[in-house]
């Protein structure tokens, strides 16, 4: 399976984003999708996920400003909004499929304060 990330770009803290992952197969082939972060020199953090029934789950740091959806197809999405400095990151997509773990490229996010 094939993801890739979009939407990511330098915004004001305070700002939003909509970051999108398109995937080569209909998203209800996933039992779950996710977004990951990740800043230089620091591990992978995980962000949020959206299970095929529709429930949702957000990290702390994120709850209440960011939200995760889809589309019927082969999207899914982050709406990012009052973002701070400390978002900055390469945001990643990310699915379990046939056995193992599939990663977009990312996409960089960049809050200037």
């Known amino acids: 399976v094939q993801l890739v990330e979009s939407g990511g770009g330098l915004v004001q803290a305070g700002g939003s984003l909509r970051l999108s992952c398109a995937a080569s197969?209909?998203?209800?082939?996933?039992?779950?999708m996710h977004w990951y972060r990740q800043v230089p020199g620091r591990e992978r953090e995980y962000v949020a996920a959206?299970?095929?029934?529709?429930?949702t789950r957000y990290t702390d740091s994120v709850q209440g400003r960011f939200t995760i959806s889809r589309d019927t197809k082969n999207t899914l999405y982050l709406q990012m909004n009052s973002l701070k400095p400390e978002d900055t990151a390469t945001y990643y997509c990310?699915?379990?499929?046939?056995?193992?773990?599939?990663w977009g490229q990312g996409t960089q996010v960049t809050v200037s304060s």
């Open positions: 990310k699915v379990f499929y046939r056995g193992r773990d599939h």
């Open positions: 197969l209909n998203i209800f082939s996933f039992t779950a």
């Open positions: 959206m299970a095929s029934n529709g429930v």
